[in-house]
């Protein structure tokens, strides 16, 4: 019987985690976030060179489709590092036997979040937390969108007000990496993700061992 109790969030670890992963591997991060920015905008910038409802629909698609397939790809590279084990830029495109998964589970985690700030804000703050650690199921497990969300919500159970400080932290360190031009993101947020992902594995963790 999974536990239902409250569970531990080392933060800081966490974030510790993030930062010296990213030293080890920062020429690789850097060229991560390269292709995180630059590939899903190329279909939107072919955009001033043709004209056209349908080309433009079907190159705004491709955006999309890209955009998420490279986070899903960002994601098993952050769970890959997290635990100390090598990843390459292939990691970015491979994952495309999960992109519907992914694609579904963040409508849906979407669709959930909206409604509970429709309903003053405090729920959908808590529905957020509680589905959070759906795209890093999805990655790590190939779960379909209903059974992510619902391990999604047994993992962050007895943990929201810890995983509420962690998304206060990573916000603020992002918010920081976006004042240099934006540039600091390329640092805060391969480093955010892979705390997350190292956060993730301690709740993986100790509901397995419950």
């Known amino acids: ?12 670890e966490a974030l510790t985690v993030g930062w ?7 020429l690789f991060f850097i060229g991560v976030m390269v292709l995180v920015y630059l590939i899903p905008a190329i279909p939107v ?14 190159l705004l698609g491709t955006a999309l489709i890209l955009r998420l397939l490279i986070w899903l790809g960002l994601i098993k590279i952050a769970l890959l590092v997290s635990a100390n084990q090598p990843a390459r830029l292939g990691y970015l495109f491979n994952q495309s036997a999960k992109l519907i998964k992914f694609a579904v589970a963040n409508l849906i985690v979407s669709l959930i979040t909206i409604v509970g700030y429709l309903l003053l804000i405090v729920p959908g703050v808590i529905w957020a937390l509680k589905y959070q650690l759906v795209p890093f199921l999805i990655a790590d497990k190939g779960l379909g969108p209903i059974a992510a969300l619902r391990q999604s919500a047994r993992l962050t159970q007895g943990a ?3 995983l509420f400080y962690l998304l206060l ?10 004042l240099a031009l934006g540039l600091g993101l390329f640092i805060t947020v391969p480093l955010t993700i892979v705390a997350q992902a190292h956060v993730y594995r301690q709740l993986l963790a100790q509901e397995e061992s419950a």
Do not use: C, D, H, Y
């Not at 019987?1 to 800081?12: D, L, V």
């Not at 010296?20 to 920062?26: A, C, D, L, T």
């Not at 932290?169 to 976006?178: E, H, K, P, S």
């Open 1 to 12: 019987m999974p536990s239902t109790g409250t569970k531990t969030i080392n933060i800081k």
């Open 169 to 178: 932290a990573t916000t603020l360190i992002n918010f920081v990496g976006a």
């Open 160 to 162: 929201k007000l810890q």
């Open 20 to 26: 010296q992963s990213w030293k080890r591997n920062f």
């Open 45 to 58: 910038l072919t955009l001033e060179l043709v004209g056209g409802f349908i080309v433009e629909l079907f």
